[in-house]
C-alpha cells in the first residue's frame, strides 16, 4: 500500500497537542515490502522532529544491524519472512531496552499482537493507518502511550493475573513508595513529561524510575510493567 503525501503541519520543535516541546525521535523501519519501507523513509525523512535511523528488509538485518543504530522507536512488520517480527522484537529487547516497538500489520490479529506484546512490543499500528496517523502513533509511542485496542490490553492484563500471581506480587512489594507512586501515574495513562511534573522530578529521574522499575518487574516495556501493577 502507497502512503500518500500530506502537507507537514508542524516545525521541528514545536509542541504537540499537548503542549510537550518534542525532540528528534530517530525511527528504524523493518519491513520485507520494499515499496511500503521506502514509503515509510520517505514519511518519516520530510516529517520535522523525526529522523530517520534505518531500514532493514528482514528480521536476521534488523537483528544485526539495530543494537548499532540504537533508534528510539522501531515499525516492525508482524509478518517477515524467515525470523517473523513477533520472534524479532523478542531477541532485540534485551538488547535495546529503551527502545520502543510498534508493530506493523495489516489486519488485526490479536493472537499474534497479544504474543508480539508479550514479546516486549509496547503497540502496534494497522498498515492502512494515514501518514498523519503513524506520525502521531510514533510521538504517542514515544512520549510513553501504548497504542492497542482494549481487548488485547485485556488480554495481557489476564495472562499477568493467571501467571505467577505470588512472584508478581513480592517483585510489587519489593517497590519504593517513590516507585509505587510513579507507576500509578503510568497506570492512570499519564506520558512521561506530566509524570515528571505532577511529582515535581526531572526527565532525569523519570528514566531512572523507568529503569528500576522494570529491573524490580522483570519486563521490557510501560505496557508490561502497568499490566504488572494492574493485575495485582
Known sequence: MRLKKTKRSRQAGTPMSDGVTTATISV?????DQGLREDLASLIRRWPGLSLAGTQGSGERALEELP???PDVVLMDINLPGMDGVECVRRLKPLLPRTQFMMLT????NDRLFCSLLA????YLLKRASPAEIVQAIHDLHAGGSPM???????VV???QATRPTETARQLEGL????RAFLEQLAQGYRYKEIADNLGISMDAVRSYVRRIYEKLQVHSRTEAVVKYLGR
Open 106 to 109: 495489516v489486519y488485526e490479529d
Open 149 to 155: 485496542t482494549p481487548q488485547i490490553a485485556r488480554r
Open 120 to 123: 516486549g512490543a509496547t503497540g
Open 158 to 160: 489476564q495472562h499477568y
Open 28 to 32: 528504524a523501519i523493518v519491513d520485507d
Open 176 to 179: 519504593t513508595e517513590h516507585q
Open 68 to 70: 548499532r543504530l540504537q
